[in-house]
Structure formats: C-alpha cells, structure tokens
C-alpha cells in the first residue's frame, strides 16, 4: 500500500471511529438506569464495621483489630438495613469453610464485631447494632441505636421479578472513602438461575455485594450476596468450589426481615 493509500485509509479509520463513538449504545436502555438509580440510590448506604478477629493455627492464637466498609440497603423507615453478612463480617462468613478444608481443623477463624455505624448519602453517621444473622442466606440486619429523627428513604420490597436468562439486571453499590462514597453501577446478564433448595440469579458479573438488584423494569430483584455450601459438604478441592456470588430474590429478603423488625419490637 502506498504513502497516499495509506493516509487516506488512516484518515478513514480515524473519521468511523469518531462517527461511531458518536453514536448512542442503548439510549433507551441507559436512560433507564439513569432512572433507576436516581430513585434509588439514597437508600443505597455505606456501612462502617469494626471487628476484632481471630486466627488459631496449631494451638497458637493471633487477634488482630479491622476497619472496614461495607454496602447496605435501607429496608424500611426505621432505619433497619440488610447487607452480606460475608461483606460485614468475613471471618464469620468463612469460619465453617477454612474449618472444613484445614486437616483435622488446624485453622479455626472467627470475628466479633465491635463498632458498627451506618455512613448516610448526606454525611451523617449513626450508631447501629446487628439485629439478626441468617448465615445461610448470608444476610444480615442491622438497625440504628437511637430511632431517627425523621423516616428515612427505604426500599419496598413487596415487589415480584422474575428475569429470564440472558436479560439484564443493574446492581447498585458504593465506592469506598477514596471515592467519596459515590454511588456505582453494575450492568450484568443472568447467565443462570438456580431453582433448588431456593431459587438464586446468577449474574455474568456479580459486584456490590450487599447492594440492591433491579430489573431494567425498575423493580427490585433482589440483594447481591455469596451463596456457600453447608460445613458438611464443603469441598477441598478449592474456595471456587464451595462459594458462589448470587442475587437472593427480594421475597426470601422480606420473609426473614420480618423477623427483624419482629425482634427489633419485642426488644423496645
């Protein structure tokens, strides 16, 4: 190719890129995110967790004091949050697994959490206290100390979804402290869908763990968490094996937040 094809042929790369980078990909569909997001994301909160943990390996233990950050969702006016309780507290979270998998349970692992507040959009911060774990589904709830001054922004979940394979979902989470705590997007595909013991979506790539999933409907799916297998049938032959990111259905969420918000009660 000569000196002049070659420039013209440049010239003609470089004016498609342009034109074609011009081009809006999926407006409808990125206008409704958009959407979504703007009615949402004020429920979308951080939380921040201080947890005390402890490693034993052949009869010697070690303790050692973390901070960290988490994503929530507000599931009612109280104030009353769910979250991952793998995201919240991962020794909890992977007790059992290291347990299984260490010969002879050589390795045991736990953490206690010792702080907990809930970091809002706005910049306040509130005292909060776990209310209720359920490690199966890798839930946790977490409500304020104090009841707020004034209702805060929640998410309904009296609503059904049911997306089919291939259609996409949008997972709403926050950055960290670097990040000023922004909100961020996810825009991911169901590439499958378990059906049994429970019904779990499982995305192409699953992030914001602890976040709000939604429909492109607009309506909520579900919560981002990891789905682990039980002590006794936990494999050795690697964590991808015994672990797996999954959105829970929101109607498995509403079924044990009733049980928070029963206990919340019975303890005022």
Sequence with gaps: MSIRNTSIFMVLV????????ALPVESDDASLCREIILKNQSAVVTLEVV????VSMFGEERKSENKSEATGMIIDPSGLIVSSL???NPSEFFSE????????GDI?????????????????EIPAR?????????????SPLKKPDKPLPFMD???????????????LGRLGVVANRT???DLCRVRAIIERPRTFFVLNDANNYGGPAFTTDGKLLGITTIRKLPQGAVSSSGMGNNILPVVLPVADVAEVAREALAAIKKKR
């Design 130 to 142: 776990v209310v209720l774990r359920d490690r199966d589904l890798d839930l946790v709830f977490i």
């Design 86 to 88: 793998a995201m919240i």
């Design 97 to 104: 697994i290291f347990s299984s998998i260490s010969a002879e």
């Design 14 to 21: 470089c004016f498609f890129s342009v034109l074609f980078a």
């Design 157 to 171: 979940l009296n609503q059904i979804s049911a997306p089919a394979l291939l259609d996409q979902v949008l997972l």
């Design 183 to 185: 909100i961020c997007v």
């Design 108 to 124: 045991k692992q736990s953490g206690e959490i010792t702080g907990l507040k809930i970091l809002l959009p706005g910049g306040q």
């Design 51 to 54: 947890a005390v943990n402890r």
